[in-house]
């Protein structure tokens, strides 16, 4: 059998010394109509098998010309991230409990904190989180638990709706009530924002660049929570906060977000990786693994899991969240990312991001009549686009006909936005890319005949 | 050793890994007020910099592809590598998950397949009705699992709170059950196991307010649960649900089906059983599977698979608990675990379980001299022990390190007095088996004779025993605290 290294010999040895006749007599525990009547039916294969299996699989997946981001970013990836961060030492060690032989994933952990809380300007973060949504449910978590009594969050509308119905499971059986602030065409509504934090709020929650691109300072928005002694969380995009005013400079307690731009791939939808940063004074409210420095008996520096009264296997039903793991090679990969580009490098793919947006969001608006700025705010690496047809319809059409997914088609989540393209850009999507995205969406909107956009819209 | 922050010199970079600059800069795009002041404080190295820090870090670490690694409860079990082969496939790591939603699924059906045949593998090895792939690690299952639970009982406008646990259940457990909104009542265990009469009472006591009850089973001692087939009928006399924590599900593969044994919930470890890498404690997987009658409340989207053999993403079902994952889970754990089941087969499974069995008995009866066995009779995939009279388990732990081996789990069960729980996995051989024995029989020899040597231990590592207190009243979390 693959991977079991047992000869006859060892076995019956072993049955021996243990003091059973077989294999089977040491499930005796097992009543004998508990044991299954059926199992799993296929046979194992031989590895080049399975090799084989899984390179088929990959190629009927398509590869396609995208400005597709949604959250969820397609930058490139040094060589050196999958190197380093797949040495086996790192990827078949576990959690590092035990700290003398495991100072290799301590270290890596404590410099990750120190990255995120020097990305967003705050005083500490954790290990990592799941993701990006489970992230920010934690987030309001903590500010119904430092607010004590209060149980309302102010939500922004332009916080990615994947998140915000993880918000909706997660919180479904517990104290916490969210109030949603609607966008003003896909703009937050500041001054709604602060008239809904009240003497009820324990914090409010903002997405900056938000769902739609827009960039924006919520620090007004900040100062009007911390006037109500509430809390402030700001998810975010790890890439772009080497370009955007830091949740630290508006004045955020927290800070969260989805950190897959920073060197993970895409993968169909993870793992990925969830950040958190905070103030010093929360730190003893926020869930997940931390590690800190200390020394040993010997006085040298070195690093261990900390503060572990917060976590479930002291606290159990008390503790601050059931999480007891970190997304430990992601935030690895997102270290060893961070590392290779430097402070200018991850600036250098911002802000050619930021550019190739302004650059596609340029060429459509120019090239395709009818189509227009869904606003006049500023964005970053994502912009929306009003286009005289159906997203929905041009999305699916651009795939089948050139292998280009031309964006996301907002009105699949916003109500009155059939029509609204969101077009994401990193640094791969150049000027070239940006041209057949041109040609395909001018292609496109040509053979869409009247009578099937009529269907569609009815 | 020096962090990547001290190695870093002002100006130094690998230019190319990046795009070059943009010539305006972001000033140009974006208004004054929304941009950031300097940059951030990142390491500013070169590539030789970087790969040389990471690979020296990586020599600092103790892992299953170096050192016997029986940490108990954790299965750290060989991962093949052929699976990091087929999760490296360029043709599943490049796919953006929102692809399948936005074309139907077009585009994206070999990933589909190895999400819809896993799925299905799941279910026939568990004898569950129906499987989703979505929560992101056991802990996350078990929230989602519980979820259900909630979900179901609201259903029926039940207002059913109470979860019941047995004492010795891992801590996520009654941490998952509060997230969910339960109050837990713990149960007394009883020679180990947990006693029917004790849930008798709790029915007596809390009657239909009680939810369900989560239990793992082969349980946190290592011993199969007895009385199953009684838990969980006393359990449906009232229609509560019972759930089952597949953390130590390795132990009866192709043994027990545990939807035949009538369990309404299961999540399973796919980092544990399923051979896909802890990665020093994440990423995981934690299918969570379910009964015919739960089906409705599974979060949502579920893969579906049409008539002419394409698969499907479906997000009409107004019963479910909602999004547990941002898509359909962490794919790239998914696929190492498919690879590893396609590789083994259901013979290879059961094999598995057996040979893990056999590992765990043949150490506890090694043993028997050198620890005291509590529990002394057959366990399962791992056993307890506890430090024999005078000895602490730290210190054991200890002494295994500096001898090359990984220190069992230890202070866990709290109810096991100086507990170790060693658990080999399938694929350690004798050979390694034998040696960890001897090693452990000569540090409680010698530990007994020179007890200040131990309290030192380990030496020869990177580090000798850290100040905790230190860390924690210090809080130097980052380069800057």
Redesign the interface.
């Given at each position: 059998?693959?991977?079991?290294?047992?000869t006859e010999a060892?076995?019956d040895?072993?049955?021996k010394?243990?003091?059973?006749a077989s294999?089977?007599d040491?499930?005796?525990?097992?009543?004998q109509d508990?044991?299954?009547?059926?199992?799993?039916?296929?046979?194992?294969?031989p590895?080049q098998e399975?090799?084989t299996?899984?390179?088929?699989?990959?190629?009927?997946?398509?590869?396609?010309l995208?400005f597709?981001g949604?959250?969820?970013y397609?930058h490139?990836i040094?060589a050196?991230v999958?190197?380093?961060?797949?040495?086996?030492?790192?990827?078949?060690?576990?959690?590092?409990y035990?700290?003398?032989?495991?100072?290799?994933?301590l270290?890596?952990i404590?410099?990750f904190?120190?990255?995120i809380?020097?990305?967003t300007e705050l005083?500490?973060?954790n290990?990592?989180l799941?993701?990006?949504?489970?992230a920010l449910f934690e987030a309001c978590t903590m500010c119904v638990r430092s607010a004590k009594k209060r149980t309302k969050i102010v939500l922004d509308e332009g916080i990615n709706p994947?998140?915000r119905?993880?918000l909706?499971?997660?919180a479904?059986?517990?104290p916490v009530d969210f109030v949603l602030v609607p966008l003003k065409n896909g703009v937050s509504d500041k001054e709604a924002l602060k008239a809904a934090i009240d003497d009820e709020t324990a914090g409010v929650a903002v997405q900056n660049p938000n769902f739609f691109g827009v960039?924006?300072?919520y620090s007004d928005v900040f100062a009007a929570a911390r006037d109500k002694k509430a809390l402030s969380v700001i998810s975010v995009n790890p890439v772009l906060?080497?370009?955007?005013?830091?949740p630290g400079?508006m004045g955020a307690d927290i800070a969260v977000g989805?950190g897959q731009p920073l060197g993970q791939?895409?993968?169909?939808?993870?793992?990925?990786l969830g950040l958190m940063a905070c103030k010093?004074a929360l730190?003893r409210q926020m869930p997940g693994?931390?590690?800190?420095?200390?020394?040993?008996?010997?006085g040298?520096t070195?690093?261990?899991l900390?503060?572990q009264a917060r976590?479930?296997?002291?606290?159990?039903?008390?503790?601050t969240?059931?999480?007891?793991?970190?997304?430990?090679?992601?935030a690895?990969r997102a270290?060893?990312y961070?590392?290779?580009?430097?402070?200018?490098?991850?600036?250098?793919?911002?802000?050619?991001s930021?550019?190739n947006a302004?650059l596609a969001a340029r060429e459509i608006v120019n090239g395709i009549e009818g189509a227009s700025l869904l606003n006049d705010a500023?964005?970053?690496n994502e912009v929306a686009i009003r286009l005289p047809v159906p997203a929905?319809v041009l999305?699916?059409r651009c795939?089948?006909r050139h292998k280009c997914?031309p964006g996301?088609?907002a009105g699949?989540d916003f109500e009155g936005m059939e029509n609204v393209l969101i077009v994401a850009c990193t640094?791969k999507n150049t000027e070239g890319q940006v041209g057949i995205l041109l040609d395909a969406i001018r292609d496109v909107i040509a053979w869409i005949g009247q009578d099937e956009l009529c269907q569609a819209r009815g | 050793m020096e962090t990547i922050y001290s190695k870093s010199v002002p100006g130094r970079r690998t230019t190319g890994l990046a795009p070059d600059p943009v010539k305006e800069g972001a000033a140009a795009f974006l208004p004054e007020g929304c941009l950031r002041k300097g940059l951030p404080g990142l390491p500013e190295c070169s590539e030789l910099d970087v790969v040389r820090h990471f690979t020296q870090l990586a020599s600092k670490n103790f892992s299953v592809d170096g050192n016997f690694y029986p940490l108990g409860s954790c299965t750290m079990k060989y991962d093949p590598k052929i699976n990091e082969v087929a999760a490296g496939l360029t043709g599943f790591t490049s796919l953006h998950p929102m692809l399948a939603q936005l074309a139907n699924g077009q585009g994206c059906q070999g990933a589909m397949h190895v999400l819809y045949t896993l799925e299905r593998s799941l279910c026939a090895i568990t004898g569950m009705e129906a499987f989703t792939l979505q929560p992101m690690a056991g802990a996350n299952g078990e929230f989602t699992g519980v979820a259900i639970i909630a979900a179901y009982h609201k259903s029926l406008g039940r207002d059913r709170r109470i979860m019941l646990i047995p004492d010795a259940a891992h801590g996520t457990n009654p941490a998952s059950a509060a997230m969910a909104g339960f109050t837990v009542v713990e149960l007394p265990s009883k020679d180990g196991m947990i006693d029917p009469e004790a849930i008798r009472a709790a029915i007596e006591k809390y009657g239909d307010s009680i939810a369900g009850l989560m239990m793992t089973c082969p349980n946190t001692l290592g011993l199969m649960e007895v009385h199953v087939k009684e838990i969980v009928e006393l359990l449906h006399g009232i229609d509560a649900l019972v759930y089952y924590d597949g953390a130590n599900m390795n132990a009866i593969l192709g043994k027990m089906r545990v939807g035949d044994a009538g369990f309404d919930v299961v999540h399973l470890n796919l980092h544990k059983t399923f051979a896909t890498p802890h990665g020093g404690g994440g990423p995981g997987a934690g299918p969570v599977g379910v009964c015919e009658r739960l089906i409705p409340f599974l979060p949502s989207p579920r893969i579906t698979r049409k008539a002419d053999g394409s698969y499907e993403f479906l997000t009409d079902a107004p019963q479910s608990i909602g999004k547990i994952g941002p898509f359909y889970g962490s794919f790239g754990v998914l696929l190492r675990a498919m690879a590893y089941i396609w590789r083994l087969g259901g013979e290879g499974l059961e094999r598995v379980a057996e040979y893990a069995v056999l590992n765990a008995n043949y150490m506890r009866v090694k043993l028997k001299d050198v620890l005291d066995i509590p529990y002394d009779r057959l366990c399962m995939h791992e056993f307890v022990a506890s430090a024999p009279h005078g000895l602490r388990a730290l210190d054991l732990a200890k002494g295994l390190l500096e001898r090359g081996f990984h220190a069992p789990t230890i202070y866990f069960p709290l109810l096991v007095h100086e507990c170790l729980m060693p658990e080999p996995t399938e694929t350690e051989s004798k050979q390694t088996l034998d040696a960890f024995c001897d090693a452990l029989a000569d540090i409680v020899a010698k530990g007994r004779e020179h007890p200040e040597e131990l309290a030192a231990a380990p030496h020869g590592l990177p580090v000798t025993r850290m100040d905790e207190t230190e860390a924690a009243r210090g809080m130097h979390l980052t380069e800057d605290m």
């Open positions: 059998m693959p991977y079991i290294p047992h060892e076995r040895a072993m049955l010394t243990v003091g059973v294999l089977d040491l499930f005796v525990d097992i009543a508990l044991r299954p009547k059926s199992f799993l039916a296929s046979a194992g294969l590895e399975v090799r299996l899984c390179e088929e699989l990959a190629a009927r997946n398509t590869r396609v995208s597709l949604a959250g969820f397609d490139y040094p050196a999958d190197a380093l961060a797949g040495q086996s030492a790192f990827v078949t060690a576990y959690t590092p035990q700290a003398e032989c495991s100072q290799g994933t270290q890596a404590y410099e904190q120190t990255a809380a020097r990305l005083d500490c973060a290990a990592s799941y993701d990006g949504g489970t994947i998140w119905r993880m909706a499971t997660y479904r059986n517990l960039v924006d300072d906060l080497s370009v955007l005013k830091t400079a989805e791939p895409l993968d169909f939808g993870g793992p990925y010093k730190v693994r931390l590690v800190g420095r200390t020394h040993d008996t010997e040298r070195g690093y261990v900390t503060l976590e479930q296997h002291i606290r159990r039903s008390k503790a969240s059931n999480i007891c793991s970190n997304q430990n090679l992601c690895l270290l060893v961070l590392s290779l580009m430097g402070p200018q490098g991850l600036r250098d793919v911002a802000e050619n930021i550019a302004h500023p964005f970053g929905d999305v699916q795939l089948v997914v996301y088609p699949r640094e | -």
